[in-house]
């Protein structure tokens, strides 16, 4: 009976594995019985088609950022903008020379600001203008820069306040004239 048993559990599992192998076969072997010898070929060929476009796009994509960030695209463009907003937008300085104020302080010593200041206007054309409003601007400042404290003046939170005290005055005095920033060339305080 042993030896019966075990050629009837061989012959099992022969089958079994016979009837695995077919059952493999006809879900879906994607081996050369279906496709045959051309059919194998052209996997390849299409295979090296896909990777020959995908290569020559990758090619194209390094190609086209190496040039925009060379500045190879739009390079006379941006020259031709930077020119107009250059000569549209072109800063100019006009300088309001010293002041010197003493400050408001308590203390048997006096405390001195001594500050140069120039002005940036929006147009060239009112140079002239400001010129003849100086006076008007210098003693508006003046009166200002006489009630500050030293510690009213330190640190750059004091400073920023200062720039736009100033702002506001110089922009008040000169009325029709835009008056874009004060900027500081100088500052001593005593």
Request: charged residues 35%.
């Amino acid at each position: 009976m042993a030896k019966g048993d075990k050629k009837n559990d061989k012959d099992e599992k022969d089958e079994r594995e016979e009837k695995d192998s077919a059952h493999e076969g006809a879900e879906g072997e994607d081996s050369t019985e279906d496709l045959g010898e051309g059919g194998k070929k052209k996997l390849g060929k299409k295979k090296l088609i896909i990777l020959a476009v995908v290569g020559v796009l990758v090619l194209a994509a390094v190609a086209g950022g190496a040039l925009y960030f060379t500045g190879a695209f739009g390079k006379k463009e941006a020259s031709t903008e930077q020119r107009e907003v250059s000569t549209k937008d072109k800063p100019v300085f006009f300088p309001l020379g010293d002041i010197l104020v003493n400050l408001n302080g308590e203390g048997k010593r006096p405390n001195f600001l001594k500050i140069k200041v120039s002005l940036e206007l929006a147009d060239e054309k009112d140079v002239p203008l400001m010129e003849a409003l100086k006076p008007r601007i210098i003693d508006n400042f003046q009166v200002y820069l006489r009630e500050l404290r030293i510690e009213d003046l330190r640190g750059s939170a004091g400073l920023y306040r200062l720039r736009e005290e100033l702002l506001l005055r110089v922009t008040e005095a000169a009325q029709p004239i835009r008056v874009r920033d004060v900027l500081f060339q100088e500052m001593l305080v005593q």
